[in-house]
């Protein structure tokens, strides 16, 4: 950590938990079946990727859910809440690690997300100890309102830039070997958090 003045965490896999079979249970259950191979094989392209990169709103979303699953008639309620069932919650060993990081370092979060997940976040998953969101935070970058994604590097130059962080100072912890590579190749140092939890014990 010698020279590291920032840290960047990625949010889905290296601090919320993720559970597909939950959110495919939950489509299923709705009637959307056609959605469940999009999750199954975690595919990114076309409906979920509009919303993750902001394209569409989330009514559009889930109208576009009921248009591909003809029989399913649910609620946009209904929807969000089975697209949310993917997420398990964020372990209080991770929010009190942030919180001790936060007196030696700046620490940022750049996700790929939607906002379905994201609000669902804040109201559920980062309340603790009379600490919110931007308390734990400088700065969030998220890719459905940069209209960017990971692993593209301009999402990593901008979050650069916005966040005045100098690339040799930033260290960055995400679940993909790809969105790490990019990273990398700017000359981020890059902790790849393959089961989520080991970036605790190198921190």
């Not at 993917?86 to 790929?112: A, D, F, T």
């Not at 906002?115 to 309340?127: E, G, L, T």
């Not at 100890?129 to 308390?135: K, R, S």
Request: hydrophobic share 40%; glycine share 8%.
């Amino acid at each position: 950590m010698q020279g590291i003045k920032n840290i960047v965490f990625d949010f889905g896999g290296v601090l919320v938990g993720l559970d597909k079979y939950g959110s495919i249970d939950a489509f299923n259950k709705i009637g959307a079946e056609n959605i469940v191979s999009y999750i199954d094989e975690c595919r990114q392209e076309d409906l979920f990727h509009e919303l993750e990169i902001g394209r569409i709103s989330v009514g559009e979303f889930c109208n576009e859910v009921r248009r591909l699953c003809p029989g399913c008639n649910a609620s946009d309620e209904a929807i969000c809440d089975a697209w949310n069932a993917l997420l398990i919650g964020i372990p209080k060993r991770r929010l009190e690690k942030l919180i001790s990081l936060k007196s030696k370092y700046r620490l940022m979060l750049l996700s790929n997300t939607n906002p379905i997940h994201w609000h669902k976040a804040v109201r559920d998953f980062f309340p603790y100890e009379g600490y919110e969101v931007d308390d734990y935070f400088e700065k969030t970058f998220l890719s459905y309102r940069m209209h960017l994604v990971k692993p593209d590097e301009q999402i990593f130059r901008q979050m650069l830039v916005e966040g005045a962080m100098i690339p040799g100072e930033t260290l960055f912890i995400d679940d993909s070997p790809k969105n790490c590579a990019a990273a990398s190749e700017l000359g981020i140092t890059t902790i790849h958090a393959e089961n989520g939890d080991e970036w605790l014990s190198k921190l």
